[in-house]
């Protein structure tokens, strides 16, 4: 069975060369930019680490009290007083316990663990000790309940012994009730290990019992962890500079693929045949294909379409235009018919082009433009001699030189 090839022909558009070129190189540099600038973006990470808080916790801690009276008039002979029912008068006061509650809050399971110790401190201007109320007791709830005698007399008593041993009465005595409590939550992040000591005070020696601060005292707490953030700003620009490298790697791709550069000469010749078809459009005559040459004809060169147009003009004969198809150097013919004379102009691929010529004196190079159907006179701005040339093209370096006022040839 035969293999059958089949061939696509790809139809180029033409463009200007120097114009294909810089689009070209447009959107090379596009491309060029916008892969680096992707490049970069993947050199950056797309996630970031974060700071978060991964648990809460607080600790409360509230202490109370009983003030029990003996008999008295001031209060109608109750017998207890409560934080906020009145003054507490020494005189008339027996004895007073306190308590404290605890209780820690927290926003994840967890299991909690610790010990407290209640302890008496005695502090003075000068001195301060410490006795224990309730030793180290141990605890495994989030909360708890204690009591506590606050046996002030038994404080004043101390003080008074140490004013006489050391023959110096300590001045401000105050009585430090302190609960220390050390507490160990196992979540599930990690374990928080953590110390509250709220204390309840109040002075000593004096005829009213004034317990100073608030009975109720917080403490707060977190634990902190990390997490890996997401950064769209980096993902957006990973997929804008993938999808623009893309698009302008195509537009390269199929630009060349399908435009071809354009000769800009032929540009010229298609300017220089507007301006003849403007001026001389009224004698012009389309033709398909030049006129037969007889045996007896003469064909006659114009030097310029001028020309060819005043040889029209005398005669009363249209100007005959022959655009070949193959037309090599030949792009445009223009003819003149007049019985077996035929006058012919070419508009060659050459015309008006600058061209350089060297001085055949002084050889300094002189710039001129370039006409193939004329004998152009040249004057050396250098050595002040004239010669001719000619822009044909079967001769070297497109000149011919003639003569010059010294008459050599």
Request: charged share 20%.
């Amino acid at each position: 069975m035969k293999k059958i090839a089949i061939k696509m022909k790809v139809r180029k558009k033409p463009i200007q060369k120097n114009l294909r070129i810089a689009i070209i190189i447009v959107f090379s540099i596009i491309f060029i930019l916008s892969a680096y600038s992707t490049y970069a973006a993947f050199q950056q990470p797309t996630t970031t680490e974060k700071t978060i808080t991964t648990c809460e916790y607080s600790h409360t801690g509230k202490f109370s009290y009983i003030a029990y009276l003996k008999n008295n008039s001031v209060y109608n002979n109750a017998s207890t007083l409560y934080p906020g029912q009145g003054i507490i008068f020494k005189k008339i006061t027996d004895h007073i316990n306190a308590s404290f509650s605890y209780i820690f809050t927290y926003n994840q399971a967890a299991t909690v663990q610790g010990h407290y110790t209640v302890y008496a401190t005695v502090r003075t201007d000068l001195w301060s000790k410490n006795y224990i109320i309730i030793p180290e007791t141990e605890f495994n709830t989030p909360h708890f309940t204690i009591t506590f005698p606050i046996n002030y007399t038994y404080f004043e008593e101390i003080v008074s012994t140490i004013n006489d041993e050391i023959g110096v009465n300590a001045k401000t005595p105050t009585l430090n009730m302190t609960c220390s409590i050390t507490l160990s939550a196992l979540t599930t992040p990690e374990t928080i290990h953590e110390s509250f000591s709220p204390l309840l005070s109040m002075p000593l020696e004096e005829n009213i019992i004034e317990f100073d601060g608030n009975l109720t005292q917080y403490q707060t707490g977190s634990l902190e962890g990390t997490t890996l953030i997401s950064q769209p700003g980096v993902i957006e620009q990973q997929t804008n500079g993938i999808i623009v490298s893309l698009i302008s790697f195509i537009i390269i791709i199929l630009f060349t693929v399908f435009t071809t550069s354009e000769d800009i000469s032929v540009n010229k010749i298609e300017k220089q045949l507007k301006k003849i078809t403007k001026k001389y459009g009224e004698w012009i005559v389309e033709i398909s294909k030049p006129p037969q040459f007889g045996t007896n004809s003469e064909a006659i060169s114009t030097k310029s379409m001028e020309d060819l147009s005043k040889i029209s003009e005398e005669l009363g004969k249209p100007i005959m235009h022959y655009n070949p198809e193959n037309p090599n150097d030949e792009h445009h013919i223009f003819y003149v018919l007049d019985e077996k004379t035929i006058y012919k102009y070419v508009l060659n691929i050459d015309e008006g082009i600058e061209k350089t010529v060297q001085c055949p004196h002084c050889n300094s190079k002189i710039v001129y433009n370039a006409d193939t159907n004329k004998e152009i006179i040249l004057t050396c701005s250098k050595c002040g001699n004239k010669f001719s040339v000619s822009s044909e093209k079967d001769d070297n370096l497109l000149t011919k030189l003639y003569s010059s006022i010294t008459g050599k040839k």
